[in-house]
Nanobody, 123 residues
Framework: QVQLVESGGGLVQAGGSLRLSCAAS????????MAWFRQAPGKEREFVAG????????DYADSVKGRFTISRDNAKNTGYLQMNSLKPEDTAVYYC????????????????WGQGTQVTVSS
């Protein structure tokens, strides 16, 4: 099991940028695929982006392609989500998640989750 703590959320105007961080502890971070999910009020949790253990493979939801970039620094046990050109519809609680095996979009296969960080984009 790996413990995850997100940071970097906040309030930003449409068109602005934020960088989320996910600090991992407890186990070897490079053993874990990492992903970001988000959940808006009244909506289901949805996949945003994911990155393989080595960082060589990434995957994005269509809604964020070209605007968000996922990355990781295994030496620092930290993952990141750079969010540019933010839109009001990006407003949600963003969660970091990890799993021991391959990169998938389904939230149910992720074993470890952070507490979430709020991102609010004003129009």
């Amino acid at each position: 099991q790996v413990q995850l703590v997100e940071s970097g959320g906040g309030l930003v105007q449409a068109g602005g940028s934020l960088r989320l961080s996910c600090a991992a502890s407890g186990r070897t971070f490079s053993w874990y695929t990492m992903a970001w999910f988000r959940q808006a009020p009244g909506k289901e949790r949805e996949f945003v982006a994911g990155i393989s253990m080595s960082g060589t493979t990434t995957d994005y939801a269509d809604s964020v392609k070209g605007r968000f970039t996922i990355s990781r620094d295994n030496a620092k046990n930290t993952g990141y989500l750079q969010m540019n050109s933010l839109k009001p519809e990006d407003t949600a609680v963003y969660y970091c998640a990890a799993r021991r095996f391959g990169l998938l979009q389904a939230s149910t296969v992720y074993d470890d989750w952070g507490q979430g960080t709020q991102v609010t984009v004003s129009s």
